[in-house]
Every structure is written in C-alpha cells, then in structure tokens.
T-cell receptor, first 112, second 110 residues
C-alpha cells in the first residue's frame, strides 16, 4: 500500500528562521508530487508541483526538492514570517494510478 | 484563476437523511475529486471522475455515491447519513496537475 508520511506533525519557529518540512513516501515510482498549504477551516492551496523528472522547484521563499531514490521530498521555507503559519501537506501521485495520496501534514507556527 | 466552489461551508443534518454536497468548477477541467479530511487521518479519496457520467471509487466509497451529469459539476451524495460521516469534505478539480481545491464543507451529522 502506498503511504505518505510527514514528520513532525507540528513545528514552532521564531520569525526569520529558515526551516525544512519533510515528506516521505513508500514507492519511488512516483509520477509527481505536490505541496499544499491549508489555513484553518479552509481548502488547500497548491504551492509547488514537482514532476518525477525534476529535482526541485522554487517559488519565492519556497523551495521543494525531490529525491525519488530515497523516497523523500523537502519543503524549504526561507526567512519565515508569521503569515506562513498554516498546515503544509504533501501529496504524491504514484505511477500506478492517477490518485493522489496525502500526508497528514505539518502544522507550522511562526512566532513573531 | 481556477475557481472551485462548494455550495455550503457548514451543514448540519440528521442521521438517516439523504445529503447532497455540490461542487462546481469554472475551468473546464476533466477531473474532479471528493475527499474527506479527518484529524490524524489526513485527506482520503472518496470518489473521482474523469469525465461526464464517469466515476471511479477511491479508498473509502462506502456509504457515498456521486453524480456527474455536467462537466463543471460533481455531486457527492450520502445515501443515509450516519454520525461517522461527520467530517470536512473537500472537492478538487484538475486538468492533469495541479489539483485545485474548494474551501470545503464542514458537515455535522446529529
């Protein structure tokens, strides 16, 4: 069974710190991987999409990397701000189907 | 910008009722999805659809059905609501990737 794991479940950092969120998955034969942000009581907002042929994607202060061989992706947030406080979810589309499998997310709090 | 609209943000229904959750997207996307989100379990796929009148079961289809009569609209139906279906329901659409989500419907079954 394909599984996606995000550790830690929660993280608190002071404003201005750089931080890394982790995502691991059980099957290296992935099609693509997507990072989302979810604010309390809201839907998901897509942040970055990495295709299986790519190693990383960048958008502003966010950088996502993909290492298929080790079954890992990281989301790097530079110079964190209180507005970055949210839950970050990783979703993997495995090559065996067109279904995304989601991690349970990391709840990030950036303290002013 | 892609817009995925879920008809209700909050809904309260009673056990045994037939419940309809509606989702509309405005980008002519082929694919539409229904998920439920529960604490500690993350998002789980209930049903998805690749085209009009087409549907596929996800991981947890029991107790649910769907309808896709028009390309822009994907409905989730709880045939006879039960308390264990109290959850946050999220609709998404996509051409291929990325998936675009609505704001969710928080459904309480009493």
């Amino acid at each position: 069974k394909q599984e996606v794991t995000q550790i830690p479940a929660a993280l608190s950092v002071p404003e201005g710190e750089n931080l890394v969120l982790n995502c691991s998955f059980t099957d290296s034969a992935i099609y693509n991987l997507q990072w989302f942000r979810q604010d309390p009581g809201k839907g998901l907002t897509s942040l970055l999409l990495i295709q299986s042929s790519q190693r990383e994607q960048t958008s502003g202060r966010l950088n996502a990397s993909l290492d298929k061989s080790s079954g890992r992706s990281t989301l790097y947030i530079a110079a964190s701000q209180p507005g970055d406080s949210a839950t970050y979810l990783c979703a993997v589309n495995f090559s065996s189907g067109n279904q995304f499998y989601f991690g349970t997310g990391t709840s990030l709090t950036v303290i002013p | 910008d892609v817009k995925v609209t879920q008809s209700s943000r909050y809904l309260v229904k009673r056990t045994g009722e037939k419940v309809f959750l509606e989702c509309v997207q405005d980008m002519d996307h082929e694919n539409m999805f229904w998920y439920r989100q529960d604490p500690g379990l993350g998002l789980r796929l209930i049903y998805f659809s690749y085209d009009v009148k087409m549907k596929e079961k996800g991981d947890i289809p029991e107790g649910y059905s769907v309808s896709r009569e028009k390309k822009e609209r994907f409905s989730l139906i709880l045939e006879s609501a039960s308390t264990n279906q109290t959850s946050m329901y999220l609709c998404a659409s996509s051409l291929e990737v990325p998936q675009h989500f609505g704001d969710g419907t928080r459904l309480s079954i009493l």
